[in-house]
């Protein structure tokens, strides 16, 4: 229905009710669009059910940073290691990491870090309507982030990586000894060095909130379909939407919101870009018996342990290894005897583990606007490690472009024509 109580004969098609594609839905549906959202299993299905819930507004270090391309054979060598790749996924992936080590020159690494920091910032400004008329803000919680490490000397090897956020305006306080412990006091003694991050927060519940917005796209008279999309169809001016079940839907737009599976859903426009999934896993622990105040990164063992609705979530690691190979759970174990010397005494007895899928572009930024060749069809993928904080971000983003607005930050970087 548009704004007017119409169903239009056209309306704008979202593929994927994840984080991006419901908040592009919603801010389009703000618009008084007509607005079909589409998932083949329903809102947070994906990747956007079990992530860390972070929100980082000062985040910005790509993942390719330079020296990443000699980084590669341990990476093959260590299948227990916070990187891996499985061996045999090996030559799959190899074109996409080629790129990837291109991106990491130190120019490149400069302008890719603006573009995230420019993506990021702006996270709970667009959040805040979304919540606010969805009834869920008290999901957003904004804490603080405590990054911590094991002596000085690691916090100083990690200076590259902090001056990077600090050159961009980023909240940064270095805290050590008894204040590190005030702001978290459930920490392991080990850990005597920190850098608390302010102005950072995180969802309490990433599954519970975009199921929240989606219910509140319906309310206000946007539609939700279960149903997997096959293909698109037509060029130009026309654009239909085929579904698995043979149905065809003619759509005024479509924006293609389907995370990992975006390549799958754009093959058959003859549309392909470097995507891959990097695996990531979390265990969540219920009655672990220490409440933790904030989120807390272990920059060291590159996880993040949030203390969510459900208990503490504890998650991480990146595993490249596509899309069907079944989840390597041992990887989820891992995380739980790293969080048993971040907190001792923490019992992790009851836990749940899961592995989700990060889509993932080499320069490590969205793809967010059309292609060459394809008005009517937007791209709003490849938020990679940050699809949490750049979700509403990307639906402020893709309303202005509908709109033909000015878009209320330079889109340029996000360009799917970059590739
Ligand atoms: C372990 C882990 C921890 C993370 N921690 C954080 C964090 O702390 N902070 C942060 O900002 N980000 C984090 N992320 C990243 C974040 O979760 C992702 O970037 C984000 O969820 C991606 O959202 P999305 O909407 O693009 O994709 P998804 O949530 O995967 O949604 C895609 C949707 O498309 C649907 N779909 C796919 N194919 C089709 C089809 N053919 N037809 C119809 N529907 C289809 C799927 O069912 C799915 O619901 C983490 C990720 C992982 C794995």
Known sequence: MNADGVRSARPIVVIGAGIVGVCCAAYLRRDGHDVLLLDREGPAAGTSQGNAGALSPGSCVPLAMPGVFGKIPGWLMDAEGPLTIRPRYF??????????TLSARPARVAKIADALRALHRPVF?????????????DLIRRTGTLAVYRSEKALASSESDWSIRRERGGELRAVSGAELREIEPALAPAYTHGMFIPDHGYTANPQRMVQALAGRFVADGGRLEIGAVRALEGAGESIAVRMEDGR???????????GAWSGRVLASLGIRLPLETQRGYQVTIADAGVAPRLPVVVSEGKFYATPMEGGLRVAG???FAGLEAPPEYRRARRLLEQVRELYPGIRTERHTQWMGHRPCLPDSLPVIGARHGHPRVLLAFGHGHNGMTSGPVTGRLVADLVAGRKPFIDCSAYSPDRF
């Open 248 to 258: 065809a839907i003619d759509a005024d737009r479509v924006v293609v919101a389907a």
């Open 317 to 319: 690691t990146v595993e």
């Open 91 to 100: 030559p799959r992936a190899l074109p996409w990491l080629l790129r990837f």
């Open 125 to 137: 400004d667009c959040y805040e309507p979304l919540v606010t008329a969805a009834g869920c803000a």
